[in-house]
């Protein structure tokens, strides 16, 4: 993964102790003397600078005039503003142009640089992490930076001058725009919100609530029982919904005994918990026995933890009270405070496709869509069949069997990579190496080493990328004792992918407002490039063509499964949006309707079953707020750029050519590295192939 601050983090870093007032619900006004003041200054200006410069002009006083509220000056002082700032000629823009590039590198840079200081203690392996360690880590430095740069005018002084845009100009335009053009977008871009401090606030609590929410909703599976009081999971097995109940189901599939029994528990076991039919009693509580099948809650008849029961929820079989949606849609009241204030992305759903992705909404549905209903699904769906020896149920949508067996085992493994690599320190002296092998030159592979530090991680490992030239991109990877086992090199080898692009991304730019992808999509997939060859790193035979083929399925099916989830999420939003005043229980009851909707269009005839609501299960759609559909997106876009590599045969050279692009539309970055727009088509296509190889 790469490590990001999610917005919901961020916000809540924002948050102060402090009550809060209500937030504004009103959309803000500008000052009654707006238009008048804005119509002489246009007139004035234009005579004082020449014709040609009135449509910029008009353009940038629509801007200032949007987010100028009474407490920025009178009109007066707006006057004096747009007179002082309005860069007249070509050399007072760049000026200006070149300034805030370079500021901006470094406010960011240092930012950034800043909060992974503050964040070392936690998230390093070095030892016990104190109280004030996790105050440290949950504060951060820039999050009055907005807010600052409106009260010094600064962000006035670039919306005077530079385009706001929306996608759509950015898709119909930005192909014959200009490096700077686009540089100019981006810059404009970073001020085209001006959310108040409550606003923010509110959306941080609502945040924090649906997390804790999810982060806490466990099921302790020993105590799951059937008619005859039988138990299929061993005890103190605790999963979270939905990541362990569904990597649960996955893993079943090689317990040949009783792999369907607990299949077909976990799943009743989901579909209690999006129809709210779930015993409120049940959940996170080691104290009672379930049997999610007939419903029947009974005090534990064996004790597997000292865990009590957890507070404030019902006793008996009482359902849980529409919680979960509860959660959503404060969450999404939330959110919507945003809206007047993002003019230009004026709903989460068009701050997520427009500004996050950069796709619009109707041309991402039809890439699902495509997927979803491709003919190669059908024939996917019957070879699982054939391999399962029965027919398929609906968890199968999470079938797991077509990972290929390797050639080596992971005890052969961890052998030959904790003797190559005891220490971070020898991962980090063989990146150079590592690189080579990989394609690059040495003089690139040296460059690039020297832009990566290596630190002992806590977790399983993430990279961190620089913001500024002259900062370095941290590895963090996790090494035992006893050294670096497999599972950690092949994290390592994922993240200086991510690190590998950060530096080209970031160092080999035409413009720093222009560093980057155009979403996080396109680094996950450039690190995949990397992780997918890292037994060829470490000198072993490469898959071969079969496993090769079977690793293509497993991602098609995946994509097959996310996609429906992905427009459940997509529709749920809508129709939140259109019921604004909706209550828990309706919220529950549309989104039933559109994950059985998704279901009976897409899956129901592969399943021989209707009306099945599982694509709700993801608890992304509860406290991740429209962040689903990137998982589809990322398994085409992988497809894309591993095919071009594969194209190609040249690793090194071609990944940087890629890179280099930096943050326009994923469809002009795509179209750049492979000549195609983003699309599913070379997913369909690999799995067309696949399925021709495996097939019987
Ligand atoms: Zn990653």
């Known amino acids: 993964m790469k490590k990001t601050f999610p917005f919901a983090v961020i916000l809540l870093a924002a948050m102060s102790a402090a009550g809060a007032e209500e937030p504004p619900r009103s959309a803000p006004s500008a000052p009654?003397?707006?238009?008048?003041?804005?119509?002489?200054?246009?007139?004035?200006?234009?005579?004082?600078?020449?014709?040609?410069?009135?449509?910029?002009?008009?353009?940038?006083?629509?801007?200032?005039?949007?987010?100028?509220?009474?407490?920025?000056?009178?009109?007066?002082a707006f006057e004096e503003f747009v007179r002082t700032n309005?860069?007249?000629?070509?050399?007072?823009?760049?000026?200006?142009?070149?300034?805030?590039?370079?500021?901006?590198?470094?406010?960011?840079?240092?930012?950034?640089?800043?909060?992974?200081?503050?964040?070392?203690?936690?998230?390093?392996?070095?030892?016990?992490?104190?109280?004030?360690?996790?105050?440290?880590?949950?504060?951060?430095?820039?999050?009055?930076?907005?807010?600052?740069?409106?009260?010094?005018?600064?962000?006035?002084?670039?919306?005077l001058n530079f385009p706001l845009t929306t996608l759509q100009q950015r898709l119909a335009e930005g192909e014959k725009w200009s490096r700077r053009?686009?540089?100019?977008?981006?810059?404009?871009?970073?001020?085209?919100?001006?959310?108040?401090?409550?606003?923010?606030?509110?959306?941080?609590?609502a945040a924090g609530q649906a997390e804790q929410y999810i982060s806490e909703y466990n099921v302790w599976m020993h105590h799951l029982v059937d008619a005859k009081g039988q138990r299929l999971f061993p005890p103190k097995l605790r999963l979270l919904s939905h990541w362990n109940l569904r990597d649960e189901i996955k893993a079943d599939y090689t317990d040949a005994a009783t792999g369907i029994a607990k299949q077909r528990t976990i799943s009743k076991v989901m579909e209690r918990i999006v129809t709210q039919t779930i015993p409120d009693s049940v959940v996170n509580n080691p104290q009672v026995d379930w049997n999610p099948f007939t419903n029947e809650v009974r005090?534990?008849?064996?004790?597997?933890?000292?865990?009590?029961?957890?507070?404030?929820?019902?006793?008996?079989?009482?359902?849980?009270?529409?919680?979960?949606?509860?959660?959503?849609?404060?969450?999404?009241?939330?959110?919507?405070?945003?809206?007047?204030?993002?003019?230009?992305?004026?709903?989460?759903?068009?701050?997520?496709?427009?500004?996050?992705?950069?796709?619009?909404?109707?041309?991402?549905?039809?890439?699902?869509?495509?997927?979803?209903?491709?003919?190669?699904?059908?024939?996917?769906?019957?070879?699982?069949?054939?391999?399962?020896?029965?027919?398929?149920?609906?968890?199968?949508?999470?079938?797991?069997?077509?990972?290929?067996?390797?050639?080596?085992?992971?005890?052969?493994l961890d052998e030959i990579v904790r003797k190559k690599y005891p220490t971070p320190e020898a991962y980090k002296k063989d990146i150079p190496n590592l690189?080579?092998?990989?394609?690059?030159?040495?003089?690139?592979?040296?460059?690039?080493?020297?832009?990566?530090?290596?630190?002992?991680?806590?977790?399983?490992?993430?990279?961190?990328?620089?913001?500024?030239?002259?900062?370095?991109?941290?590895?963090?990877t996790r090494v035992e004792k006893e050294g670096m086992n497999y599972k950690g090199f092949?994290?390592?080898?994922?993240?200086?992918?991510?690190?590998?692009?950060?530096?080209?991304?970031?160092?080999?730019?035409?413009?720093?407002?222009?560093?980057?992808?155009?979403?996080?999509?396109?680094?996950?997939?450039?690190?995949?490039?990397?992780?997918?060859?890292?037994?060829?790193?470490?000198g072993l035979s490469k898959p071969d063509s079969k496993s090769r083929a079977l690793t293509i399925l497993n991602d098609f099916w995946g994509t097959f499964e996310i996609a429906g989830v992905a427009l459940v999420d997509m529709g749920v939003w809508h129709w939140m949006y259109e019921h604004p005043d909706a209550t828990p229980g309706q919220l529950k009851e549309a989104t039933l309707r559109i994950a059985r909707d998704v279901w009976n269009r897409y899956y129901a005839a592969i399943f021989q079953e209707k009306d099945v609501p599982l694509l709700a299960i993801y608890s992304h759609m509860i406290n991740s707020f429209l962040y689903l559909p990137d998982y589809p997106l990322g398994h085409?876009?992988?497809?894309?750029?591993?095919?071009?590599?594969?194209?190609?045969?040249?690793?090194g050279p071609e990944f940087e050519r890629m890179a280099k692009m930096g943050n326009v539309t994923p469809d002009m970055w795509m179209k750049h590295a492979t000549g195609a727009p983003v699309g599913p088509e070379a997913l369909l296509a690999e799995t067309e192939k696949a399925l021709a190889q495996v097939s019987p």
Not at 636 to 651: L, P, S, Y
């Open 181 to 205: 053009q686009w540089a100019e977008t981006r810059l404009a871009e970073r001020f085209s919100k001006r959310i108040p401090a409550e606003v923010n606030l509110a959306i941080g609590r």
């Open 435 to 476: 690189l080579i092998k990989l394609g690059f030159s040495k003089e690139k592979a040296e460059f690039l080493a020297g832009n990566i530090v290596v630190d002992p991680a806590r977790g399983s490992g993430h990279a961190m990328g620089a913001a500024r030239r002259g900062d370095q991109a941290h590895l963090r």
């Open 299 to 412: 005090p534990a008849a064996e004790k597997d933890s000292d865990a009590p029961a957890p507070a404030g929820r019902k006793a008996g079989n009482a359902p849980e009270p529409d919680t979960r949606y509860a959660m959503l849609l404060k969450a999404f009241q939330a959110v919507r405070l945003a809206d007047p204030y993002s003019p230009t992305a004026p709903t989460m759903i068009a701050r997520r496709f427009d500004e996050n992705r950069q796709i619009p909404e109707a041309r991402f549905r039809k890439m699902l869509e495509d997927v979803l209903s491709s003919p190669l699904a059908p024939k996917a769906a019957a070879l699982i069949k054939k391999r399962l020896g029965r027919k398929l149920e609906p968890f199968d949508i999470w079938y797991a069997g077509f990972k290929p067996r390797g050639a080596y085992t992971e005890v052969e």
């Open 86 to 159: 309005f860069a007249g000629d070509s050399k007072t823009l760049d000026t200006l142009f070149d300034r805030m590039e370079f500021a901006l590198e470094s406010l960011d840079g240092h930012m950034l640089e800043i909060g992974r200081d503050f964040r070392k203690q936690s998230d390093l392996d070095l030892g016990r992490i104190y109280p004030f360690d996790e105050t440290l880590a949950g504060y951060d430095p820039s999050a009055h930076v907005t807010e600052d740069f409106f009260s010094n005018k600064l962000a006035f002084s670039v919306l």
């Open 636 to 651: 085409m876009i992988a497809f894309q750029i591993d095919r071009q590599i594969e194209k190609t045969g040249a690793i």
């Open 32 to 76: 009654a003397w707006m238009k008048e003041a804005s119509g002489r200054l246009e007139k004035e200006l234009a005579v004082k600078h020449g014709e040609e410069a009135r449509p910029r002009l008009a353009r940038g006083l629509k801007q200032v005039a949007e987010f100028w509220r009474t407490e920025d000056g009178d009109a007066a």
């Open 490 to 538: 092949n994290i390592a080898v994922h993240e200086m992918g991510h690190n590998v692009e950060q530096t080209f991304s970031l160092n080999e730019i035409d413009h720093t407002l222009l560093a980057g992808i155009p979403n996080t999509a396109f680094t996950e997939a450039l690190a995949f490039v990397f992780q997918a060859r890292d037994l060829e790193l470490l």
